[in-house]
Nanobody, 116 residues
Framework: QVQLVESGGGLVQPGGSLRLSCAAS???????MGWYRQAPGKQRELVAT???????GYADSVKGRFTISRDNANNTVYLLMNSLQPEDTAIYYC???????????WGQGTLVTVSS
């Protein structure tokens, strides 16, 4: 079963950028990969997804600012976040959902804090 490890979180000022990485222990070719986030006191929400066919989807709140990409050869998914705002502060989780079984795997999360 695939295991996911996120990295790249940290403290950034408003208007800044960060790139998150999600490294998988096995091939991600048969998975829809996604990034979710959970802010304090709020439910976890979908941020972005990408399929092996490189089709992507975004939450309205991040469209035009965030870009999801995947490197199937290196089993890694990225989330480039630009123009970060305080409301983007959250723990960001990587998710893998198998395209046939719909089984899901979650990473441990990485904290992003946007503050001056």
């Amino acid at each position: 079963q695939v295991q996911l490890v996120e990295s790249g979180g940290g403290l950034v000022q408003p208007g800044g950028s960060l790139r998150l990485s999600c490294a998988a222990s096995t091939s991600i070719f048969s998975y829809v990969m996604g990034w979710y986030r959970q802010a304090p006191g709020k439910q976890r929400e979908l941020v972005a997804t990408t399929t092996s066919g490189v089709r992507t989807g975004y939450a309205d709140s991040v469209k035009g600012r965030f870009t999801i990409s995947r490197d199937n050869a290196n089993n890694t998914v990225y989330l480039l976040m630009n123009s970060l705002q305080p409301e983007d502060t959250a723990i960001y989780y990587c998710n893998a959902r198998h395209i046939f079984s719909n089984s899901e795997i979650w990473g441990q999360g990485t904290l992003v804090t946007v503050s001056s």
